[in-house]
């Protein structure tokens, strides 16, 4: 019987990555799991900011705020589930392509099962460059459940 152990939950903080993380939370305490959930700041903020020629300050200063956010934003998906407080969750904000962060992190924590969602904020641009979950299950090498 699969029984993971380490489970990557990464998040956009859409309703679906919310799901994902709910089912990441009935696994977890079935298989005495933890689950490191995990943001990414995804660097075309970064190129923006430059392309439009912001002082590095600016940039910097954004890129804190954004960071701070997003750690609030953990803690509040957290805080929604009674039963994360019966889980061991870590969480993790970063920044870069999403689908190689994820990836990453798979292999430095030797993550054993992503949950991740299938839709999120950014389902129009999926028609054009592809999708972060379908990245992540073509790259992965751990079971990837896709919550949908």
């Known amino acids: 019987m699969f029984a993971p152990k ?6 956009d903080f859409s309703e679906y990555s919310y799901r994902a993380f ?6 977890a305490k079935l298989h005495n799991s933890r689950i490191f959930l995990l943001h990414i700041i995804d660097r075309t903020v970064q190129q923006f900011v430059t392309d439009y020629c912001l002082d590095s300050k600016v940039l910097e200063r954004v890129m804190n705020e954004s960071i701070v956010t997003s750690n609030e ?9 009674p039963e994360s407080k019966e889980v061991k969750i870590i969480t993790d904000v970063r920044r870069g392509i999403p ?3 994820i990836l990453k992190n798979q292999q430095e924590q ?19 460059i592809g999708s972060v979950a379908e990245r992540v299950m073509r790259g992965a090498k751990c079971t990837v459940l896709l919550e949908v």
């Open 110 to 128: 030797e993550i054993d099962l992503i949950v991740i969602a299938s839709r999120g904020r950014t389902d129009l641009t999926k028609l054009f």
């Open 22 to 27: 709910k089912k990441s939370l009935d696994i």
């Open 6 to 11: 380490n489970i990557l939950v990464p998040t």
């Open 99 to 101: 689908s190689e962060e």
């Open 73 to 81: 934003k953990l803690q509040m998906m957290i805080d929604r589930y």
